[in-house]
């Protein structure tokens, strides 16, 4: 990731998904769409570690006495062994964890075909949300939508434009369902994208709304 | 010459312990740390709904996991206490088996050679701060930020259990942050 890069996001995580991160007490697939945004965002990760010092000022209040002979037996399983050493992951077009849920970078994607030139991977998580890729050729736009629950939308490559703005590479969308959105790739590069819901998608329009069970969505 | 609080000197005394542990595999650092947080990591499984024994056994897997790891900790990038929370509540994840959380990437908590123990104890104290401006918090927001914490609930699920409306909980929660954050100024 290029530092020049990272100085464009203009679209950040809320506080409320940066605390249940911290916490950990969100979906799988938010959970994936936070670490990918991390992974390009200092300033995100920074608010991250703020959350991170409430839950330290958390565990210094609570405590439960140990039985005894508790030391004693964690102190017999100490590693005696060397740690391993930390490699930095390899750099790709996918941030880290991404790659390990397609199980390589952009090329190892297994795109289906949705129609209309737009393609999506369904990427597996728990079932308390789901996540899936989206490939949008440029200029080309995706149905006209609502939603019921909470969508994120990470850009990973190219950009996209709908009512409310203008989302480029490592920008996160999130839309409540107050928003309903017809999201369009730029003009110049194909556009992928990294996005998840809590909710099935609403399309307003009838024939999305009967591919719907085909997509999965 | 002013005299050091004896909670500053506690504080010093486990980034010291944690060092020790990491540079040297001090055994008897680890013990300390041991006492100190092992009955926290114990209280904060039980409250987020583990049965006591449950508790008692992960306790012990954390504070192994602080050894194991201890190579990765970083005083200039986290207090002691969220070190060991951030591995409790990656313990905890693990044992409801639901959601897993992926790491972002090279976030990993290597150290900076650059950053020394001065950098720690400054962070140290704005954590003591913030421990300090949590507890000045009313009742009712301190209560939910601490289910949001420690008892795996949702704002949606803080919601069933509390019969508060969802809107209600979300303007509480950020409340109680915006005090926090004014009270780091
Ligand atoms: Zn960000």
Known sequence: MQWGERMTIKHH?????????????????????????LSMCDDCRATLAAYEEIGGALLEEAGV??????????????????????????????????RS??????????WRSVGGGVKQAILPTSESASARLLFIPAGAAVPDH?????EL???????????????VRGDVEVADQDLEHMPVADIGADCICLAATDAPLRFTSLIPRLLQPFLKI | MTETPPEETEKAILISDMLRVRDQRDRAAFARLFGHFAPRVKGFLIRAGSDPAVAEDCAQDVMVTVWNKAHLYDPARASVATWVFTIARNRRIDLARRDRRPEPEDLGW??????????????????????VALKGLPEAQRELIEK???????????????????????SR?????????HAMG
Do not use: W
């Open chain 1, 13 to 37: 995580l809320t506080e409320q998904l940066l605390m249940g991160y911290a916490a950990g007490t969100l979906p799988e697939a938010f959970n994936l769409v936070v670490a990918s945004h």
């Open chain 1, 65 to 98: 006495a140990m039985s005894t002979g508790g030391l004693d037996s964690a102190l017999a399983r100490l590693d005696t062994r060397a740690p391993e050493p930390v490699r930095p992951a390899a750099p790709g077009a996918l941030p880290a964890p991404l």
């Open chain 1, 101 to 110: 849920y397609v199980g390589g970078d952009v090329d190892a994607i297994r």
């Open chain 1, 146 to 150: 609502g939603h019921r629950g909470m």
């Open chain 1, 153 to 167: 939308t990470l850009v990973l490559q190219g950009a996209f434009a709908d009512e409310t703005d203008r989302f």
């Open chain 2, 110 to 131: 290597g150290p900076e050679p650059e950053t020394a123990q001065e950098d720690g104890l400054v962070l140290q104290q704005e954590s003591d701060r913030l421990g």
């Open chain 2, 148 to 170: 949001c914490y420690f008892g795996d609930l949702s704002h949606r699920e803080i919601a069933d259990v509390t019969g508060l409306p969802l809107g209600t909980i979300k």
């Open chain 2, 173 to 181: 929660i950020r409340l109680a942050l915006d005090k926090l954050r």
